[in-house]
């Protein structure tokens, strides 16, 4: 019940986050130094998971800006969507290598508002991820965005940690963060925090979540990390 909820309030503040529009360089050094925070207090985290979303929303006609899409990012497969509240288009392009998917993502609504998503998602990290993921920023971003877009860094890993106080301080202080509001149940605490080491804020002043999710006993504690929030499921 509280991870349905915790979810519905990410995507109204995704919707509500105009604060300091980020740049691409600023998106890759925010994951880049939530990984290696992650790795100076659990050298042997497991990543599970990273992402890096860009979302932006202009006026525009849907046809139009997709066709313009299709023709500029011709690597990428593209499908159609249609739903009662909304048409889209979505292009996706993997990365065999790597195991990196990029997508592009976009959709228009009865108020013909187009909204433009573009995400970099992996679930293994090293050198050449972050070069790779560097270089898709700057030129998928080019000709995408009408508007600076605003720009999400997440990174989920599983650790050897028990959910504990001492354990949640001691991931605070990692990111010189300080509380702005929390949830907790039994298996699963989230923390929304401000950090002195993340420029990008939400309105209720914001820039960091860290949420916790104990699994067994042999697999340890699931931590996703989020700026200026976690911006998939966790």
């Not at 593209?78 to 290598?97: F, L, P, V």
């Not at 050449?128 to 965005?145: C, S």
């Not at 001492?166 to 929304?192: G, H, P, Q």
Request: aromatic share 8%; charged share 25%; glycine share 6%.
């Amino acid at each position: 019940m509280l991870k349905k909820a915790v979810l519905l309030v990410i995507a109204g503040l995704m919707l509500l986050y105009v604060g300091n529009k980020t740049t691409e360089a600023l998106a890759m050094s925010d994951l880049e130094k939530i990984v290696n925070r992650v790795f100076e207090i659990n050298p042997d985290a497991e990543v599970m998971d990273w992402n890096i979303l860009a979302r932006s929303s202009s006026k525009g006609n849907l046809s139009d800006v997709a066709s313009g899409l299709k023709n500029r990012f011709t690597d990428y497969v593209w499908t159609q969507e249609n739903t009662s509240d909304y048409e889209a288009w979505t292009g996706s392009r993997i990365n065999k290598d790597l195991d990196v998917r990029s997508t592009i993502k976009v959709m228009s609504d009865e108020r013909d508002e187009i909204t433009i998503l573009y995400s970099i998602q992996g679930k293994k990290w090293s050198k050449g991820h972050a070069a790779y993921i560097q270089k898709e920023l700057k030129t998928g971003k080019k000709g995408l965005f009408k508007n600076e877009p605003s720009t999400f860094a997440c990174l989920k890993v599983r650790t050897g940690d028990t959910m504990d106080e001492a354990v949640y301080k001691n991931w605070m202080k990692l990111f010189d963060a300080t509380s702005v509001e929390s949830a907790a149940e039994r298996d699963f605490v989230s923390i929304s925090a401000n950090s002195k080491q993340f420029k990008n804020m939400l309105p209720n002043g914001a820039n960091l979540q860290l949420a916790f999710r104990k699994t067994t006993a042999e697999e340890g504690t699931v931590v996703t990390i989020g700026t200026p929030i976690i911006a998939f499921e966790y």
